[in-house]
C-alpha cells in the first residue's frame, strides 16, 4: 500500500543501519577504547568501594551494606564479586590507618574510569565535540558527582532491602490467601539494580557525551545495554564455572584476570550502544539540516 513502508524495507534498512554501527565502532576502535576503560575501571572499584562503605557505615550496618553491594558486583563482575567484597572488607578493618593524604588518592583513583569514559565517549560522539567542547571544570565534577550518587543509590537500595528482610517471616493475607514473602528481599535487590543499572546508564548516556542527546536516545542504550549485559553475565558464570581453564592458566591471578575480562565485555556493550546512539544523533542532525536547507 502507498504510504506504508514494506517489511522486507523496514528489515533491510534496519541491517544497513546495524552495518553502519558495527563498522564506525570499528573505525573508532571501540575494542581498543574498551580495554583503556576497562582498566581503570579495575583500577578505580575497589577505591570506591572502599570509600562507598566508610561513609555509608556511619548510617547504617555494615553487614546488610556488604550484602547489598555483593549482589550489585554479581551483576558488574560475575563469579567473583565474593572475592573483591571480601579484599573490601579485609581494608575497612584497618581503615583508622587510612589518612587524609590516603583518603585523597583513593578519591582520584576512584574517579579515574569516569575520565577514562568521558574521553572514550568523545571519540564516539565525535561530531559533537567538533562543534562543542565541554569545559574542563565540568569533566572534573562529573566524577565525583557519580560517586555520590552510586553512594545515595546503595544506601537506598541497602535500606529497602533491610526493611524487606524485617517482614520476610511474615504472611501476606490476600482474598483470604496466606502468601509467603521469604526470599522477597533477594527478588527486591535484583529487581532494584536492574532497574537501578538502566537509569545509570541512561545518565551515563546522557552526561558523558558533549551537547545534548534526547532521553529517549539515552533510555534505549541504557535499556539495550542492560538487557545485553544480563544475558551476557549469565553466560560468563557459566563459561566460568564448567569450561573456562582460567584458573588452571594463571593460578592467583585468575581472579584479577577474570574481573579485567568480565568488566571489559561489559564496557565494550556499553560503548556499542553508545555508538547506536550516536549513530541515530548524526540521523537526527543530518535530517534537521536537510529540512533547515530545504525550507530555506
Same mark, same amino acid.
Given at each position: 500500500m502507498?504510504?506504508?513502508?514494506?517489511?522486507?524495507?523496514?528489515?533491510s534498512d534496519i541491517g544497513r543501519f546495524l552495518l553502519r554501527v558495527l563498522l564506525d565502532f570499528k573505525r573508532n576502535q571501540g575494542i581498543l577504547l574498551a580495554g583503556a576503560v576497562a582498566y581503570y575501571t579495575l583500577l578505580s572499584i575497589v577505591p570506591m568501594l572502599i570509600l562507598t562503605l566508610i561513609v555509608?557505615?556511619?548510617?547504617?550496618?555494615?553487614?546488610? $551494606?556488604?550484602?547489598? *553491594?555483593?549482589?550489585?558486583?554479581?551483576?558488574?563482575?560475575?563469579v567473583y564479586a565474593a572475592v573483591l567484597t571480601e579484599q573490601v572488607r579485609a581494608f575497612l578493618r584497618h581503615r583508622e590507618l587510612v589518612g587524609v593524604i590516603g583518603f585523597l588518592v583513593m578519591l582520584f583513583f576512584s574517579s579515574v574510569a569516569f575520565t577514562v569514559l568521558e574521553n572514550a565517549m568523545s571519540v564516539i560522539f565525535f561530531h559533537r565535540v567538533r562543534i562543542k567542547r565541554r569545559h574542563f571544570l565540568i569533566s572534573a565534577v562529573i566524577p565525583y558527582v557519580y560517586i555520590f550518587l552510586l553512594s545515595l543509590g546503595v544506601l537506598l537500595v541497602s535500606l529497602i532491602a533491610g526493611a524487606l528482610e524485617r517482614v520476610e517471616s511474615r504472611q501476606l493475607?490476600?482474598?483470604?490467601w496466606a502468601l509467603g514473602l521469604g526470599g522477597?528481599?533477594?527478588?527486591?535487590?535484583?529487581?532494584?539494580?536492574m532497574i537501578g543499572e538502566v537509569f545509570m546508564l541512561t545518565s551515563?548516556? $546522557?552526561?558523558?557525551? *558533549?551537547?545534548?542527546?534526547?532521553?529517549?536516545h539515552a533510555l534505549i542504550g541504557g535499556t539495550a545495554a542492560t538487557f545485553l549485559w544480563e544475558i551476557t553475565r549469565r553466560v560468563l558464570v557459566w563459561y566460568y564455572s564448567t569450561l573456562s581453564l582460567v584458573n588452571l592458566i594463571y593460578g592467583s591471578f585468575a581472579a584479577t584476570v577474570v574481573a579485567l575480562l568480565s568488566i571489559e565485555v561489559a564496557v565494550v556493550i556499553l560503548l556499542l550502544c553508545a555508538q547506536v546512539i550516536a549513530e541515530l544523533d548524526r540521523d537526527k542532525y543530518r535530517s534537521l539540516k536537510e529540512t533547515s536547507g530545504f525550507e530555506t
Open positions: 502507498i504510504g506504508r513502508e514494506k517489511p522486507a524495507n523496514r528489515l555509608l557505615s556511619h548510617f547504617m550496618d555494615e553487614g546488610q $551494606l556488604f550484602h547489598t *553491594v555483593s549482589t550489585n558486583l554479581e551483576m558488574v563482575v560475575p493475607l490476600l482474598f483470604g522477597a528481599s533477594g527478588l527486591a535487590l535484583y529487581v532494584l539494580g551515563l548516556y $546522557l552526561v558523558m557525551p *558533549v551537547g545534548r542527546i534526547t532521553f529517549r
